[in-house]
């Protein structure tokens, strides 16, 4: 069992969901209420959460909800709340993105430091410290997001720490031998957990890994997969995609597990990676916990 500090955080988040889970009905006013026209912002991890908080809650009839790179975004349509996350609350782009936002619309915040820069531009928070994470790579604090996020938007999500635990408690259902290229596909929300668990990969073990839209597979990724290559699907899976996939002598990993907790095993299968390969999953090359530009 690896002993580094994102293991460890890791292994936490049975624990972290449930005590974020106690409150979800009344912090997951955070995300704007009914018919609200939401924008919700991030950089890295948290754009990819952003992106799956989106679909979800439009997917729950709550209004039109936006979701864009804080890097990329520029005003255009009219918000009635613009949401921002960034764990670090210092993200430089993050706070760039809040100059532009129309004067007078609220800001909400979700993040990890309390008194950060982020926190104090914004007119509500929602301040999870207690999911913050010492390590570089983000594992815990953007799960937690999107337990609270579900939990709001009338999911069921009781279910999810007991789940966690469970797949923490047993073997990577693929391990790692043999493995040097790694796709995660997912569709609708959980497109977004495909291209988190495909940063980890790159982060953490400095592979090679591509996240997809499900059906888009075999619109051109498809030519590279070989019997190396481990295809990681979200949610239910098409069996034609299956066999497809098969077909080119790749694994495929689908199963019946919340999506969520499949984040949690391709987390860990980061870290496991990383460290077949000598390398310690805590100290990542070229990254640092947030991006603050001079």
């Not at 008194?115 to 928070?125: G, Q």
Request: with cysteine.
């Amino acid at each position: 069992m690896s002993t580094s500090i994102t293991a460890r955080e890791i292994a936490s988040q049975p624990t972290v969901w449930a005590r974020a889970l106690q409150d979800a009905a009344t912090t997951g006013a955070i995300f704007g209420g009914p018919g609200d026209r939401v924008l919700v912002l991030g950089c890295g991890t948290s754009a990819f959460v952003a992106e799956s908080v989106a679909v979800l809650r439009e997917q729950a009839g709550l209004g039109l909800t936006d979701a864009a790179y804080a890097s990329e975004w520029r005003p255009g349509r009219a918000y009635d709340r613009v949401v921002v996350i960034s764990r670090s609350g210092t993200t430089s782009e993050v706070l760039a993105a809040l100059e532009l936002v129309e004067p007078g619309t609220p800001v909400a915040a979700v993040v990890g430091v309390d008194d950060s820069p982020i926190a104090r531009r914004a007119d509500h928070v929602l301040l999870l410290d207690y999911a913050d994470e010492d390590s570089v790579v983000q594992t815990r604090f953007p799960t937690t997001v999107l337990a609270i996020a579900r939990a709001a938007f009338g999911d069921a999500t009781d279910h999810l720490p007991a789940a966690a635990e469970r797949v923490l408690d047993a073997p990577l259902p693929v391990p790692v031998d043999g493995i040097d290229h790694v796709v995660y596909l997912g569709t609708g929300w959980t497109h977004g957990l495909a291209q988190e668990a495909a940063l980890k990969v790159r982060e953490a073990a400095q592979a090679w890994s591509e996240s997809y839209p499900v059906l888009d597979y075999r619109h051109g990724p498809i030519a590279v997969a070989h019997p190396g290559t481990l295809v990681t699907l979200f949610g239910t899976a098409d069996p034609t995609i299956v066999a497809d996939i098969e077909a080119t002598g790749a694994r495929v990993l689908a199963t019946d597990e919340d999506p969520l907790v499949q984040l949690v095993q391709a987390q860990r299968f980061a870290v496991e990676l990383a460290e077949s390969r000598g390398l310690n999953p805590d100290t990542p090359r070229h990254l640092t916990r947030s991006v603050v530009l001079s």
